[in-house]
C-alpha cells in the first residue's frame, strides 16, 4: 500500500517545499468540516461556525465536496504564490475541462477521472458524473448538476466564497500558521541543501520516504497509485491544520503534490501500515485471542500455554511466531525456558494507530 512518485530524470530545483495560502485555507476548510479528524483545532473550528454569516456558513457546505472527504486538484498549488488572491488567479487559468474533472473527482466520490471525453461535452460521462454524483446525496447532486450547466458560475461563486473566507477567519489565522510554516520550510530546505533529498524526505514525515534505488519518492498511505514527477517537478507544502492528514495531488496530468503536517514537539513516527494490518491479522485468529488473554494476567511458557488451552506445543509456537511478528509479544528467557508476555504500549495504541494510518 504505496504511493510511488518517479523521480528519475527530475533536475534537482524540480523539488521544491513552499508554502501555499490557498493549500492552508484548503486544510482550514477540511478541519471546519470533519473537526473530529482534528480534535486540537475542535474549539477553533467551533468559533469559526459561530461567526460565519449565515449566507457564508451556507456556501462553504454547498461546496464542501471539494475539501471535505478529499481535497480537489486545484485547491494544492503546485506553483504556490505568496497570496491567496494570486493562487485563485492561477485557479482561473485552469480550462473549464479540467478544473469540472477535478471538482467532480471529489463531488463523486471516486477515483475516476472525468477527463476526457469531458463531461462538459460527452452526453454518456456527464450522466456517469451525475449518477456517482446522486449516490453522495442531494447536495452532490446539485453541485454537480450546477457545475456541468454553467461551470464559469460555479467557478466564480466558489472563487467568491474562498475570499469571503480570508475575511471571515483565514487572514488572522493564516497570520499565526504563516510563523510555523516558515521555520519549517527553513529546515527542510537547509536539508535538502546540505543532506540531501532522503534526509529532507525524512523530515517530512515517518510514512514518506527515498526509494533505496533513489528513483522513487515512497509515500505510506492505504492507495496502490504511481505517478511521475519527470518533466514537471513535486511539490511539497507544509500544513499547521492538515494533521494528521498527509494530502495528495496524484492524478494523471497533474504535477504530483504532497501537504504534509508540520512537525510537533517530539513527534512520534506513524507506524508502517503494513504493520497495522499484520497486527490486525494476529489478532483475527480465537486461538491467538485466547492466548492473549490468559498471556493479559501474566507471563506464561510455551507449555503453560499449550496445556491451559489443549492445544499442541508446536500450535502454540506457530501463533506466537506470528504474535511476536507483530510485535504484539515480548519474549523473555529465563534459564532453559522462555516466558512470553504482551507488549502491552502497542497493543493499546492499536486503535489509535489504525485510526491514522485510515485517515493519512
Not at 215 to 228: E, F, H, P, Y
Amino acid at each position: 500500500m504505496t504511493l510511488r512518485i518517479d523521480i528519475r530524470g527530475m533536475p534537482s530545483e524540480g523539488l521544491r517545499f513552499a508554502a501555499s495560502p490557498l493549500a492552508e485555507l484548503t486544510a482550514m476548510l477540511h478541519v471546519l468540516a470533519e473537526p473530529e479528524h482534528h480534535p486540537r483545532f475542535a474549539a477553533w473550528a467551533a468559533d469559526v461556525w459561530a461567526g460565519l454569516r449565515p449566507g457564508l456558513a451556507e456556501r462553504l457546505r454547498e461546496a464542501e465536496f471539494l475539501w471535505r472527504t478529499s481535497q480537489a486538484d486545484f485547491m494544492l498549488p503546485a506553483r504556490p504564490r505568496p497570496t491567496l488572491g494570486e493562487e485563485l488567479d492561477d485557479v482561473d487559468r485552469i480550462d473549464d475541462e479540467r478544473y469540472a474533472s477535478a471538482a467532480l473527482v471529489t463531488t463523486c466520490g471516486n477515483r475516476i477521472h472525468f477527463a476526457s471525453p469531458s463531461p462538459l461535452t460527452d452526453t454518456a460521462t456527464r450522466d456517469l458524473a451525475l449518477d456517482l454524483a446522486q449516490a453522495r446525496g442531494a447536495r452532490q447532486e446539485a453541485f454537480a448538476e450546477r457545475l456541468l450547466a454553467d461551470p464559469k458560475a460555479v467557478r466564480a461563486r466558489v472563487r467568491d466564497t474562498l475570499e469571503a473566507c480570508a475575511e471571515a477567519f483565514f487572514d488572522a489565522a493564516w497570520a499565526d500558521a504563516a510563523v510555523q510554516l516558515a521555520t519549517d520550510l527553513r529546515l527542510k530546505n537547509d536539508l535538502l541543501q546540505r543532506q540531501g533529498l532522503g534526509a529532507a524526505l525524512a523530515s517530512v514525515s515517518g510514512a514518506v520516504a527515498l526509494a533505496p534505488d533513489g528513483d522513487d519518492i515512497l509515500v505510506d498511505k492505504l492507495l496502490d497509485k504511481a505517478t511521475t514527477a519527470r518533466g514537471t517537478g513535486v511539490t511539497f507544502i507544509p500544513s499547521v491544520f492538515g494533521r494528521p492528514h498527509l494530502a495528495m495531488v496524484h492524478a494523471p496530468g497533474w504535477q504530483p503534490v504532497v501537504q504534509y503536517p508540520v512537525a510537533e514537539p517530539d513527534p512520534s513516527d506513524p507506524v508502517p501500515l503494513d504493520t497495522v494490518a499484520l497486527r490486525l491479522e494476529a489478532l483475527a485468529h480465537p486461538a491467538r485471542l485466547r492466548l492473549l488473554r490468559t498471556l493479559a494476567r501474566g507471563t506464561h511458557t510455551n507449555g503453560e500455554l499449550a496445556h491451559a488451552w489443549d492445544l499442541t506445543p508446536p500450535e502454540v509456537s506457530r501463533h506466537l511466531a506470528l504474535l511476536r511478528r507483530a510485535g504484539l509479544l515480548v519474549a523473555r528467557r529465563e534459564g532453559r525456558y522462555v516466558r512470553y508476555s504482551l507488549n502491552v504500549p502497542d497493543l493499546t495504541a492499536l486503535g489509535t494507530d489504525l485510526l491514522a494510518a485510515v485517515l493519512r
